[in-house]
Each structure stands twice: as C-alpha cells, then as structure tokens.
C-alpha cells in the first residue's frame, strides 16, 4: 500500500511523509513518532503531508483485529480494561503504526478491542491468557482481519 503513496505524485523515497491527524514522520522505510528522531543530514528533503497508514484506517473505520472477551465477571471489568490500555500505549510507544481503535462493553460482561494491527491482537491475546484462565477461538476473515473470542472460565 505505501509504495502506492511513494509512486503517486512526485514523492520519493528519499522525502519525509508527515501524517496530518498524528504527526508520524515516514523516513528510511520506517513511521517514527516525531520528526526529532530524523538525522540532522537531512537537509534539502521534500515534506509531504499525508495521513499515514492507522490515521487512514482509523479515518476510513477499517481494522485488523478484533478481539472480543466474554463472561467477564463484574468485579474484574475494570481491571481487564486496564491491563488492554496499557497494552495499546506500550505497543504505540514501540510503534506509532499500532493503536487501539476502541475499546467498548458491548454488552454485560463482554468487551469488544479494535487494532489497526492484527499482530497486535495476537500478542494481546498471549498476554492475557497468562494472566486469566481463558478459552479461545481464532477466526481469519477474508478480508485479512484477525478475530479472537476470548471465554472468561475464571481465575486472574
């Protein structure tokens, strides 16, 4: 998809992309956080404004993953949710291309995650399963979207 965004117009490889929602610099094949972590050498380079890759599903309500937790008893809700959104700021801070879409009840006991990351829902997925007594199913969607039921059985 990106090498899409590099041919179009007259980007090159060499120009940075800055995301316009979240500020993400595209530099040597890689989306860091900010511009800062760009070498000082860099003068002269091209800067295109464009949204980057989790800003333009995010925008287009696209995911990769999708994990949904059930039977969760009430007293340890809060505690789940927790553990999930500091899961989603330690991954965004490793890399500004994974994020935490939502993260909502969709009913009693049950909880719904978006990423803009499959892998991520797979790791999220392992942490939690250390932690809880869960049972799980892994569905793989044509459209490459990774989906998770989680069973809440006990334990944390």
């Not at 500091?86 to 049950?110: N, T």
């Not at 829902?121 to 979207?145: D, V």
């Amino acid at each position: 998809m990106f090498k899409f965004l590099l041919k179009k117009g007259k980007r090159t490889k060499k120009d940075y992309m800055i995301c316009r929602d979240c500020e993400s610099v595209y530099f040597q094949g890689l989306w860091r956080h900010k511009l800062t972590q760009a070498p000082n050498s860099e003068m002269g380079k091209k800067y295109n404004f464009i949204f980057c890759p989790a800003c333009q599903a995010i925008k287009e309500g696209k995911h990769k993953g999708e994990l949904i937790v059930e039977n969760i008893p009430a007293q340890k809700i809060e505690r789940l949710r927790g553990m999930i959104l500091d899961f989603g700021d330690k991954s965004f801070q490793k890399d500004p291309m994974d994020r935490i879409i939502s993260l909502e009840d969709i009913a009693k006991g049950m909880i719904r995650v978006l990423t803009t990351k499959n892998q991520m829902i797979e790791e999220l997925t392992g942490k939690l399963k250390k932690i809880h007594k869960l049972k799980f199913r892994i569905i793989y969607s044509q459209e490459n979207i990774l989906k998770i039921r989680l069973i809440f059985i006990g334990g944390l």
